[in-house]
Nanobody, 116 residues
Framework: QVQLVESGGGLVQPGGSLKLSCVVS????????LGWYRQRPGTQREVVAR???????LYKDSLKGRFTLSGDNAKNTIYLQMDGLRPEDTAVYYC??????????WGQGTQVTVSS
C-alpha cells in the first residue's frame, strides 16, 4: 500500500522559513514522479514543485528562487525548503506521487500558515 506522510508545517511569520518532509512507503523509492502541491483558501490545488520522470525539478514559476525541492533516497523522503514565506503562501501542502497506470497517490496534507 502506497503511503505518503507529510510533516513540517506550522505557523511562521512573513519572511520566515519552513522545511516540509514527505516520507514515502509502499513503493520502490525514487524521486521520479514525486512532488508537492498546495491548496490555498478558496482556490484549486496547484503544483508547487515536482520531480520529472527524468529526476529533474520543475517549479511553479512564481515560486522559483524561494522554494527548493530535494530528495533523500536513503530515507525514502522528499523535502520542500520554503524561504521568504509570504502570507499568500498560506495553504495546505500535499505530497504526491504519480505512478502512471499504477495510480496517483496523495498524503493527508500539512497546514502552512504565514502570518504576523
Amino acid at each position: 500500500q502506497v503511503q505518503l506522510v507529510e510533516s513540517g508545517g506550522g505557523l511562521v511569520q512573513p519572511g520566515g522559513s519552513l522545511k516540509l518532509s514527505c516520507v514515502v512507503s509502499g513503493i520502490d523509492f525514487s524521486v521520479n514522479g514525486l512532488g508537492w502541491y498546495r491548496q490555498r483558501p478558496g482556490t484549486q490545488r496547484e503544483v508547487v514543485a515536482r520531480f520529472t520522470s527524468m529526476g529533474t525539478t520543475l517549479y511553479k514559476d512564481s515560486l522559483k528562487g524561494r522554494f527548493t525541492l530535494s530528495g533523500d533516497n536513503a530515507k525514502n523522503t522528499i523535502y520542500l525548503q520554503m524561504d521568504g514565506l509570504r502570507p499568500e503562501d498560506t495553504a495546505v501542502y500535499y505530497c504526491n506521487v504519480y505512478l502512471g497506470t499504477l495510480g496517483d497517490y496523495w498524503g493527508q496534507g500539512t497546514q502552512v500558515t504565514v502570518s504576523s
